[in-house]
């Protein structure tokens, strides 16, 4: 499998959806047995599924999760019920699909991507799997990610949408809003995050075009009561007193939107009770995301990768941690706006640590270097040969009361993660 999936990986990513029909006709058109939750955004998707997911496994229902990207490997993007799928299984699936690619290749047609296959993985696990709900991640953007193939969507979800993948998305807030809002279908309910005025309306447009109506998170109606590192209490409407244990100032608005989505699956008759709610939103955990590995000093890995998601870390960092030394760990795709990321997110720190993701797109660390003296020349910079090599300089330069984050690409935050476990 391992030779098949390189030779796919060589043809990189091409959007659009000829690919994957083409694989999806060759496997019976799975996709067409599933009930779709979609959801897009820029940041977020991850969060708001791993709490709806919660939600609705509490309220008894068999779910589907596909998630990209993912922190700890293959796996770990297919999940029922909160379980990875098996090796043996998904080697199961990628044979099948190899034998359809075979029959495509014959044909001289065009074979699919990596992301592709997965996806058309993803659609096979689920539907002999006979989930109730898939709750279904964009790739990337929308309009013309692989998984927007799907036709059947019950609900589409909108997550914050902000400035990413701009050579391929667009170079307005307006462009690449209508990129991501090509996820809605005709049958679609429709519920969204705040969004700037501009995004705001694309979404409305078109909703509009599908006979829809788009749900926002009502702003007004959101009573925080306490925001901790690792308890957060707020009240929604008619839900009062809400608790979900997931830090960083944003999850309550990834808690929200949640909500919403839970209420339009309300609407299509599915039964879920105020205290599957309650008991769901207090469960969900998202690995990855503002999560506390080590509590002195206290270590956070965060996996803020664009201008948005810094600004959001460093508004949590400055809730929590006030007058606290921070020490950065950083290390990001050379796709991204790193200089804004670094200015959101310099002027807390007190010492930084670089590396290059061991990815091939990992951006080098000295370029990294060179932005982040641009902004703070009087800034201790200090640079680590992996993500491991990264925590040991950080743990022998800070004491127990400092704070240190490591955040940026989701590809070295996983050994970062395992690292934690294994000294437990």
């Known amino acids: 499998m391992m030779e098949f999936m390189d030779r796919l990986a060589k043809k990189g990513s091409i959007l659009g959806l000829e690919g994957i029909r083409r694989l999806l006709e060759e496997l019976g058109n799975p996709q067409e047995r599933l009930q779709i939750v979609h959801g897009a955004g820029t940041n977020g998707k991850g969060s708001v599924f791993a ?12 779910v589907g999760r596909y998630i990209s990207p993912v922190v700890f490997g293959e796996c770990e993007s297919f999940q029922i019920n909160g379980e990875w799928i098996t090796e043996k299984e998904r080697e199961k699936y990628l044979r099948q699909i190899e034998d359809a690619v075979h029959r495509i290749r014959n044909r001289n047609e065009e074979e699919p991507t990596v992301f592709e296959v997965e996806t058309a993985v993803s659609f096979l696990y689920f539907m002999e799997n006979a989930c109730d709900l898939v709750l279904l991640e964009t790739g990337l953007g929308g309009a013309s990610d692989a998984t927007n193939i799907v036709e059947n969507t ?23 809003g209508k990129v991501k809002a090509g996820i809605i279908k005709e049958k679609s309910l429709i519920v969204s995050a705040p969004q700037r005025d501009e995004v705001k309306s694309i979404l409305i447009e078109e909703g509009r075009k599908k006979g829809k109506h788009v749900t926002f998170v009502n702003e007004k109606a959101v009573d925080i009561l306490r925001q901790d590192v690792d ?15 997931m830090g960083g100032v944003y999850q309550v608005e990834n808690a929200l939107l949640a909500i919403e989505g839970i209420k339009a699956l309300q609407e299509l008759g599915y039964k879920v009770s105020e205290e599957a709610i309650r008991s769901g939103l207090r469960k969900a955990q998202w690995i990855g995301r503002f999560s506390i590995l080590q509590k002195e000093p206290i270590f956070i890995v965060d996996g803020a990768h664009n201008p948005d998601g810094a600004k959001k870390l460093a508004k949590s960092l400055n809730l929590y941690f006030t007058n606290k030394r921070i020490i950065y760990i950083m290390g990001v795709l050379e796709d991204k706006e790193y200089k804004k990321i670094l200015k959101h997110t310099l002027p807390l720190a007190s010492e930084l640590i670089l590396l290059t993701p061991a990815n091939s797109r990992g951006l080098d660390k000295d370029i990294l270097k060179r932005a982040a ?31 240190i984050v490591a955040f940026g690409s989701l590809s070295y935050l996983g050994e970062i993660v395992e690292f934690f476990r294994m000294k437990k």
């Open 51 to 62: 709490f709806m997911d919660q939600i609705l496994r509490d309220a008894g229902y068999k």
């Open 154 to 176: 019950l609900l589409a979800v909108f997550t914050s949408i902000s400035f990413d993948h701009m050579s391929i998305l667009g170079n307005t807030l307006e462009e690449i």
């Open 231 to 245: 308890e957060q209490v707020f009240s929604y409407g008619e839900y009062q007193n809400l608790k979900i244990a």
């Open 373 to 403: 003296e641009e902004i703070r020349h009087d800034l201790p910079i200090y640079m680590a040969e992996s993500g491991i090599d990264a925590v040991n300089i950080s743990l022998n330069h800070g004491n127990s009361q400092d704070v």
